[in-house]
C-alpha cells in the first residue's frame, strides 16, 4: 500500500522494463516521467524515474506539502526504475522527486528529467501535463516534407534566438510567446524565402546567458515562451507557411545545477566520474557519459520525442567535436586516451551512429545537421559506409575563410583569393551547410556589416557581395536573424534585434536582395541540385589577382540548367572583362547586387549580354562584362 492507502500497481510493463534495460526502447516519454493514468478507476498521475543507485525515492509536490513521507516510490530492480502512482492529480501540479543516496543522504530535490512541462525560471519544479493531445493541421507538409530535406533540395535556414528577435515594444521586458510568434515571426521569415527555422535550444534551461546550450529539460519546450500546446501551435504555423522547424539539440553536456541531473541519484549516473572525460572546463559543465546504455538511450529518445510529437523536421547537433574527440579543449594529462591510446571517443561516435539510424529510421523526411569545426572524417557518410550518419554538417572553415576575406581591405584581397578558391578543394568531402551563424556575431566578433570595410556605400555593397557570393556558393545556406536589415550591432541575447532601422532605405534594400537571393535559390535548379557532388560546380576564374575577380559556372541534374557567378572584390568598376562560358548564345542577367533596388549605382549590362566566338578560360565561347565595383553579377543562358 502506499502513505495514501492506494495499492501498488506496477507503471512500466515487463516489455517496458526489459527494452529499457537492453537500451533499445524508443518511447520511454510515454512510461517514465510523469504520465496520466487511471488505476482502479482513479484518474491520476504514474510517476516512473531511473535512478538505480538511491536507497529511497519519493515524488513530492505541492499536492503532499513536498514531504517525502506521503508518496514513497517502488524500485524496480530489473531496471533501476522507481514508480508510484497518485491519484487524483490533475494538470498544472508542480512536483520534483527526493532521493536518498546509498548511506541515507538526502540529496537536493530534482527536477524530473522526463518532464513535459517546467515553472518559469529561476523556479524550476517540473510540472504535470494532461493535455497531451495537439490538433495538427500540417497532413499537407508532413506528407512532403521528405523530399524538403534531400541533398538536390534548396534549403536555405533563417537561424533564430526566440527571445531576441523582437520584443513587445510596450514591454521589452517580456518575451514574445510562441503563439505570438507564430503571428510575426512565421510570416516574416516566410516572406523573405526561407525554407527553414532554425531554433537556437529551446529545451528547458535555467539560465538565459545559455542561450540555451545548458539544458536540463530534454522533454519540455521553455516556458519562457509558454505551454507545450503553445510550442506545438508555433511549429504548425510555420508548416502551414511553408517552413520546416529545425533545433538545436544538446547531447554533449548539460549544468551542474542542483536540481539538474548532476549526481542525480548520489552517484555519477549521467555523467562520467573521471572529470578527464566527464567535466568541460571551457563550459563548466558535466559530459554525459554516452557508453553508458541508458544514457544513450535516454538522449535517444529526446532527439525522437522532439520529431514525433512536436513535428520539428530536424536536429542540429551542437559542438560535435567536443562530443567525438576526447582532448577537446584539453591540455596535454588532462583527458584519457581510448583504449587504442588515440584521441577518439569512440562511445560517443558509437552513440552519434545510433542517434543518426534511430532519427532516420524512425521519423521519415527529417534531417540532422553537425556542427563540427574540424576534418573529422564521414561526417555526412552513411553509418553502413563506416560514417557517422549525419545529413548535413556546417561548413566552419569556409565560413572563416570568407569572412577574414571580407574583412580585408578590398586594396589587399588580390593577394587572398585563395580564401575564396580554397573551401572549394574540399567543397564536396561532406554534405555542407554554409553558416553564417549567431556565433559569429556576438560580443567582439561585429556584427556582419561591422566586419566590412569602406565607407557606408562600400560597407553595404560589401555585403550585399558577401550573400551572393554565398548563394551561388556550393553548400545549403544559414543565416543568423537580423541579416535581412543589416543588423548594425552585434547579438545581445537579452534585448531586441534593432528592428527601428529596418525601415533605412539601405538596410530595406538589403532585405530585398535576400528575399531575391532565396527565391532565385529556390527557383533555379543550378543552384541548388548538385550541391553535394562535383559535377555540379566549375571554375572559370579563381586566380586574377590583377583584377580580384573570381567566376564560376553551376549546374543542375540537367547540363543545360547552368548559371554563370562573377564576383568583382575590388573598390573599381571593371569595364570589357572577358570570361569563358560553356554556351553560346545570349545571357540574361539575373542577379546585379549593385542594382538600384539593392542601394546600389545600376552598373552593369542591360540586364543581358550575348557570346562572341572567342576562346577564353579553355572554353570556345565568352561573354564581355562591365562588373560593378564590389559587385556580383549571376548570369544565365537563356532558355535554361
Not at 594 to 604: Q, S
Request: charged residues 20%.
Amino acid at each position: 500500500m502506499s502513505a495514501r492507502g492506494t495499492p501498488y500497481v506496477p507503471i512500466l510493463g515487463e516489455t517496458d522494463a526489459y527494452l529499457f534495460a537492453e537500451g533499445t526502447h524508443k518511447r520511454l516519454y510515454d512510461v517514465l516521467g510523469a504520465n496520466p493514468r487511471q488505476v482502479g478507476g482513479e484518474d491520476g498521475f504514474a510517476f516512473a524515474v531511473w535512478a538505480p543507485n538511491a536507497r529511497r525515492v519519493s515524488v513530492v509536490g505541492d499536492f503532499n506539502a513536498w514531504d517525502g513521507r506521503r508518496n514513497p516510490m517502488y524500485l524496480r530492480r530489473e531496471c533501476g526504475v522507481w514508480e508510484t502512482f497518485v491519484p487524483g492529480l490533475g494538470g498544472g501540479v508542480r512536483y520534483k522527486y527526493e532521493l536518498e543516496d546509498r548511506a541515507g543522504n538526502l540529496l537536493p530535490l530534482k527536477a524530473d528529467p522526463f518532464a513535459r512541462a517546467t515553472e518559469m525560471r529561476p523556479a524550476n519544479a517540473s510540472v504535470t501535463l494532461a493535455e497531451r493531445a495537439y490538433a495538427w493541421n500540417d497532413a499537407d507538409w508532413m506528407s512532403r516534407r521528405a523530399a524538403s530535406g534531400e541533398r538536390s533540395a534548396a534549403i536555405s535556414i533563417y537561424e533564430v534566438h526566440l527571445g531576441s528577435w523582437q520584443r513587445n515594444s510596450e514591454e521589452p521586458q517580456r518575451f514574445l510567446t510562441y503563439r505570438e510568434l507564430a503571428e510575426t515571426l512565421v510570416p516574416h521569415v516566410a516572406a523573405l524565402g526561407f525554407s527553414h527555422l532554425e531554433l537556437l535550444p529551446i529545451t528547458e534551461h535555467p539560465f538565459d546567458g545559455s542561450w540555451g546550450y545548458q539544458t536540463t529539460g530534454l522533454f519540455a519546450p521553455t516556458s519562457r515562451f509558454g505551454s507545450p500546446a503553445d510550442f506545438a501551435y508555433f511549429v504548425d504555423a510555420a508548416h502551414r507557411a511553408g517552413l520546416g522547424v529545425i533545433l538545436d539539440w544538446v547531447p554533449g553536456h548539460f549544468p551542474t545545477d542542483a536540481h539538474g541531473l548532476a549526481w542525480f541519484d548520489g552517484t555519477h549516473l549521467y555523467e562520467h566520474a573521471d572529470p578527464r572525460v566527464g567535466f568541460h572546463r571551457e563550459w563548466g559543465t558535466l559530459v554525459y557519459n554516452l557508453g553508458r546504455t541508458e544514457v544513450a538511450e535516454i538522449l535517444i529518445n529526446s532527439a525522437l520525442f522532439w520529431l514525433h510529437e512536436f513535428h520539428l523536421d530536424g536536429l542540429r547537433v551542437d559542438a560535435v567535436s567536443s562530443i567525438v574527440y576526447l582532448d577537446y579543449s584539453r591540455e596535454p594529462g588532462e583527458w584519457l586516451p581510448n583504449i587504442y591510446g588515440g584521441n577518439e571517443n569512440l562511445e560517443a561516435t558509437a552513440f552519434l551512429r545510433r542517434f543518426n539510424e534511430a532519427v532516420y529510421g524512425d521519423a521519415p523526411g527529417a534531417i540532422t545537421i553537425a556542427e563540427e569545426s574540424t576534418a573529422f572524417p564521414g561526417v555526412t557518410t552513411p553509418v553502413y559506409a563506416g560514417g557517422l550518419g549525419f545529413g548535413y554538417k556546417w561548413n566552419m572553415g569556409w565560413m572563416h575563410d570568407t569572412l577574414a576575406f571580407f574583412e580585408r581591405d578590398p586594396l589587399y584581397r588580390a593577394f587572398h583569393l585563395d580564401e575564396i578558391s580554397f573551401g572549394l578543394v574540399y567543397a564536396f568531402s561532406e554534405n555542407f551547410v554554409l553558416p553564417l551563424s549567431h556565433d559569429e556575431v556576438v560580443h567582439g566578433k561585429h556584427s556582419l556589416i561591422g566586419r566590412m570595410p569602406g565607407g557606408p556605400f562600400e560597407r553595404f555593397a560589401n555585403l550585399r557581395l558577401l550573400y551572393a557570393l554565398m548563394y551561388a556558393h556550393p553548400g545549403k545556406k544559414l543565416l543568423f536573424m537580423g541579416a535581412e536589415f543589416a543588423q548594425e550591432a552585434e547579438w545581445n541575447a537579452e534585448v531586441s534585434l534593432d528592428w527601428q532601422l529596418a525601415a533605412e532605405p539601405q538596410r530595406a534594400a538589403t532585405g530585398q536582395l535576400l528575399r531575391d537571393l532565396n527565391w532565385q535559390y529556390r527557383a533555379i535548379p543550378a543552384l541548388h541540385e548538385l550541391d553535394a557532388v562535383g559535377e555540379g560546380f566549375a571554375w572559370i576564374s579563381y586566380d586574377d589577382r590583377q583584377n580580384s575577380v573570381v567566376a564560376f559556372e553551376r549546374f543542375g541534374i540537367d547540363r543545360t540548367q547552368q548559371l554563370v557567378a562573377v564576383c568583382n572584390f575590388s573598390g573599381r568598376r571593371i569595364d570589357e572583362y572577358r570570361i569563358g562560358v560553356s554556351r553560346a548564345g545570349a545571357y540574361r542577367e539575373t542577379l546585379n547586387t549593385d542594382a538600384a533596388l539593392y542601394g546600389g549605382r545600376n552598373e552593369g549590362n542591360l540586364g543581358g549580354v550575348h557570346t562572341q566566338p572567342i576562346d577564353s578560360h579553355g572554353r570556345p565561347q565568352s561573354l564581355v562584362l562591365t562588373i560593378p565595383a564590389l559587385g556580383a553579377l549571376w548570369l544565365q543562358p537563356e532558355g535554361a
